[in-house]
């Protein structure tokens, strides 16, 4: 089995809507070729455990508890989630953590982080690691 890495970062500000996703931006390290970027989304390829770890900056819209979520296919990853209550425009910062299993007959999947309020994402890095 190979090791796979990527990071990615967006530090330009954007608007996201309620359970809208969080645009990862651009390759800033990668090797390996089981992860890629594709839009907005990080591809999976290849069978094996891969840790992931995420933080976003965010000023929410409004005050309230604003959570970000780590999602493979549509689906949350169990425990890759963080929440933080804020005013609105106050920037909060959500790291996260997670891993996901890939096995070889479940094809490419794709990891998106969605947030539960509409914000403004000021940086987002990604990190996921092949075991």
């Known amino acids: 089995m190979s090791r796979s890495f990527i990071y990615t970062a967006n530090t330009n500000a954007q608007t996201v809507a309620e359970d ?3 645009q990862p931006g651009s390759i800033i390290r990668r090797f390996g ?7 907005d989304a990080i591809s999976v390829f290849g069978d094996g455990y891969y840790d992931l770890d ?7 819209v409004a005050a309230g508890t604003i959570t970000a979520t780590l999602y493979e296919n549509g ?3 169990p425990g890759a989630t963080a929440s933080a209550t804020a005013t609105a425009a106050s920037p909060v910062t959500l790291p996260i953590i997670g ?3 890939k096995t070889c007959c479940r094809g490419v999947s794709s990891i ?4 539960s ?15």
């Open 20 to 22: 809208g996703v969080v």
């Open 33 to 39: 070729c089981n992860l890629n970027l594709n839009g």
């Open 54 to 60: 995420a933080i976003v900056v965010a000023e929410p």
């Open 75 to 77: 689906v949350p990853i």
């Open 99 to 101: 891993a996901v299993r």
């Open 112 to 115: 998106t982080c969605v947030l």
């Open 117 to 131: 309020g509409a914000a403004t994402v000021t940086n987002y890095a990604f990190r996921a690691e092949r075991k």
